[in-house]
């Protein structure tokens, strides 16, 4: 049966406010606060009030608007205004709190305020909760699920099964292959509701439809990856299949590199070569259906194609125009951007419409642990830095940030790491991301090739808003245990701890995410 997990108390009863705000805190102070009362509407400076409520509330009141304080029943505080706040500060039973003035209680409410669920301010509100389904079903730690428009699919039962359930479903079925045909464990992808899934026999595709359960291979003689693994050379969004061929592949009578495959109509799918190919040869392909566009990378440049210009010449980015190199890890392309990691692990925006290109300050990045874009929001893996305050060597530290603000970013761990936590360094920092296409949602947790332990949790930022851990009662740690993250604009998907719980052996876990209300 699916699981509550509540990511974050929205309700707020008054009657706290005789547990209040500043407790546990270090420093004396002699009981309360000083200054005549704040400013009920704000008017506070919010940084100011971060940092006082860091030095003086959090320790016992925890991360504001997640219940997760040891002071009871006094954790969600973000509605309060400065009166009630300086109020609940001095009431009878309350612990000593450094001496405040009346300009902190302004700033402290202007900091609550911000986390008022809602962070973009859009009306919609940034907290859920999500009902898990766990899935008794064995799956593998090669990759985590890929999940479409209510589906999800998976390597299940140690590589010999491809498997996929539709969202509300707790029976796994198998996908069939045809003949010939056989998943590769680490290739297969959602193009909606159809799964595109790389044949581990040949170098070609067969694409099976979740609502007609038809499956259809792609000629090889059309279609020939020439073995390659993963998906670096294919990409699948929208309708589309974006390939990168080998030279041998003839039945469109030209020996050409880059095809897109339409799989609009399994009973006709169409494949468009393209006529101009780079000059080097091209490692890496990203599609964005939206745009119609796609990406090569080949050499040290970049080439952006128009999906319905077949003919045409691609637009391109030469090394000397990008400064840091193109790289040679994973790349990602969405609206009018190109997210990579140039030659030095830096995180690089590349936008496409001015060729100009950005790096965040928090470089140089983890490469070789993920890249996310979509809509206007990249999620990535930056290295540890001395201010993170970890003792342990090997940590993947998740940010997530805007297209138009590089330098605006939020992470679990500046919330989750606080000294207090046996795995302090590593919870929050995942090893993992996905993003929602919609760019609502940012979901960060393990790592896939280790399995699922005590330190791999899930954490969501949901329009923007501050990363909150996802809670789960059955767990000792009161956590949901999560890798191999993947996310749709209505459905996650992750590896779990299976019921033996040891840390090399996974299970499925899923839920729907609810629209914008």
Aim: charged letters at 20%; one cysteine or more; glycine letters at 14%.
């Amino acid at each position: 049966m699916g699981k509550k997990l509540h990511l974050a108390n929205g309700t707020l009863l008054l009657a706290t406010l005789s547990l209040l705000l500043f407790g546990c805190a270090s420093g004396g102070g002699g009981g309360g606060g000083g200054g005549g009362g704040g400013d009920v509407n704000g008017g506070g400076d919010a940084a100011a009030g971060e940092a006082i409520y860091n030095a003086s509330c959090r320790n016992c009141h925890g991360i504001p608007g997640q219940d997760n304080g040891p002071a009871p029943g006094a954790s969600d505080l973000i509605d309060f205004t400065a009166p009630q706040i300086e109020d609940g500060a001095t009431a009878t039973g309350h612990p000593d709190v450094p001496d405040l003035t009346g300009d902190d209680y302004d700033d402290l409410a202007a900091y609550l305020a911000q986390d008022d669920g809602d962070a973009n301010g859009d009306g919609d509100s940034d907290r859920i909760d999500l009902d898990i389904v766990k899935l008794f079903y064995s799956g593998t730690t090669a990759r985590g699920p890929a999940v479409g428009d209510g589906v999800l699919a998976f390597d299940a039962d140690g590589g010999t099964l491809l498997a996929w359930v539709r969202a509300g479903e707790r029976e796994a079925r198998p996908v069939p292959a045809p003949q010939g045909m056989d998943h590769n464990r680490t290739g297969f992808a959602f193009a909606g509701r159809k799964l595109v899934v790389q044949d581990q026999l040949g170098g070609s595709f067969y694409v099976f439809d979740t609502d007609s359960e038809q499956v259809v291979p792609v000629p090889p003689a059309s279609i020939d990856l020439g073995g390659s693994g993963g998906t670096s050379a294919w990409e699948a969004d929208g309708h589309w299949i974006a390939t990168l061929n080998t030279w041998v592949t003839t039945e469109d009578g030209q020996h050409k590199l880059i095809k897109m495959v339409d799989i609009s109509d399994l009973n006709s799918l169409a494949i468009t070569p393209f006529e101009s190919e780079p000059p080097d040869a091209p490692d890496t392909i990203r599609l964005d259906a939206d745009e119609a566009r796609f990406v090569v990378r080949a050499g040290e440049a970049f080439y952006i194609y128009d999906i319905n210009s077949p003919n045409a010449p691609p637009t391109s980015f030469s090394r000397d125009a990008l400064q840091g190199g193109t790289g040679s890890s994973d790349m990602r392309i969405s609206g009018n951007f190109v997210a990579f990691f140039d030659d030095d692990e830096n995180l690089t925006l590349l936008n496409i419409s001015t060729g100009q290109f950005t790096q965040p300050d928090r470089n140089p990045g983890r490469s070789g642990r993920g890249l996310e874009l979509e809509s206007d929001r990249f999620a990535y893996f930056a290295m540890q830095t001395d201010d993170d305050g970890s003792s342990i060597a090997q940590v993947n530290r998740a940010l997530a940030g805007t297209t138009s603000n590089v330098n605006d970013l939020i992470d679990p761990a500046g919330a989750f790491v606080n000294g207090q936590d046996e795995f302090d360094g590593r919870v929050g920092f995942g090893a993992t991301a996905s993003i929602s296409p919609n760019g609502r949602y940012v979901f960060v947790g393990g790592e896939t090739a280790v399995g699922v332990d005590q330190r791999e949790r899930l954490y969501v930022s949901i329009d923007g808003g501050s990363f909150l851990m996802v809670e789960d009662g059955d767990d000792p740690l009161d956590a949901q245990r999560a890798c191999g993250v993947a996310a749709s604009d209505n459905l996650v998907a992750f590896l779990i701890p299976a019921t033996d719980g040891a840390s090399s052996s996974v299970a499925i876990g899923y839920a729907t995410l609810p629209p914008p209300q």
